[in-house]
């Protein structure tokens, strides 16, 4: 008997303790696998989705909006994976480029899941054109929004280059290659030449904004003149259709996705990006300056410390100059606007 509960004792020791061991890795898994799920780069979920099936994805846009690769890029796996059911496109931007804000807009106005937009700060110009494309908007009350028009800018050095006994000159090949350079003013047939482009692209803009939010384009072309709203006036216009919060905007897109219960969201990784790899990167001066060759090392360099400031502060010049919401074609110069005027 004795020899026998020896024996034992040693063997529960180990099966005890074989237990608690085996209770603790199922916490320790637990807490790695039931946490908040996230993209990863390569565009695949994190475990956390095992335990979820039914998620809903958060894309963000901030700033100035200069391209549109990294955003289309999200939705399209967000489209892709079954596990996402709905997603909602968070805007805090003032506005930016119109070729990028329009393919983001066709993305979101075709994306195949329900897609509700929640406004945060500032959601205009640009960043409204997008939001015209999705399901149902959200806005805060103090939201800043609308800013539907377009803006191209100009700057003239005419005055500093003749101060500084600079002479700046082009062999061009039509009267109209080079408009808007900085060493001239605006001639009265180019600043003609350049309205009526704007004006094509603003009637796209109203007429995005008119199917978008179901409004006949009286009424679109009435409010179309650059102005701004704060949430709560655009939610009496219609340009938004509910105030509420980032939460309530996951709540609806849950919903309409049907997703009982409480819903789990999905959002991307992002890794803030330094001032000298930001200072490196050329295609922050190649998505800002005009279809032509900017000449002189002086110019290009103010040009990319200017970007570069851009990219950090998340605003546009206009913004650091308290008008918000700017919808930008390109910058003819990097300092504002043409100061022949």
Known sequence: MTQQKSFSNPVAFVLGLSAIFFLVFLFISGV????????????????????????VGIVEIEG????????????????????????????????????????IYEAVKNFKKPLVVSMGTVAASGAYYIACGAKKIFANPGTITGSIGVIMEFVNLEKLYEWAKI???????????GSGSEYQSLKPEERELFQEMLDDVLLQFKEAV?????????????????????GHQALEVHLVDQLGTLKDAVLEAAKLAQIKGKPKTISAEKKKRKWIEL?????????????????GSFESIIERLFSVFQT?????????QSVPAVYWIWGGGVLGRDLAE
């Open 32 to 55: 790695v696998l039931l946490k908040k799920p996230t993209l990863k780069k390569d565009g695949s979920l994190t475990s956390s989705s095992f335990f979820s099936q039914e998620l």
């Open 64 to 103: 100035v909006i200069l391209d549109s690769k990294k955003t289309l890029k999200k939705l399209e796996t967000f489209e892709e994976d079954d596990r996402v059911k709905a997603v909602v496109l968070r805007l805090n931007s003032p506005g930016g480029v119109v070729a990028p804000s329009q393919e």
């Open 167 to 177: 002479h700046r000159y082009a062999i061009k090949t039509g009267k109209f290659k």
């Open 210 to 230: 008119s199917i978008g939010r179901n409004l006949p384009m009286s009424k679109v072309s009435a409010i179309a003149d650059g102005r701004v709203f704060s």
């Open 279 to 295: 200072l490196l990167d050329d295609s922050l001066t190649k998505s800002t300056t005009p279809s032509r060759f900017l000449g």
């Open 312 to 320: 950090i502060q998340g605003s546009s010049l206009q913004g650091a």
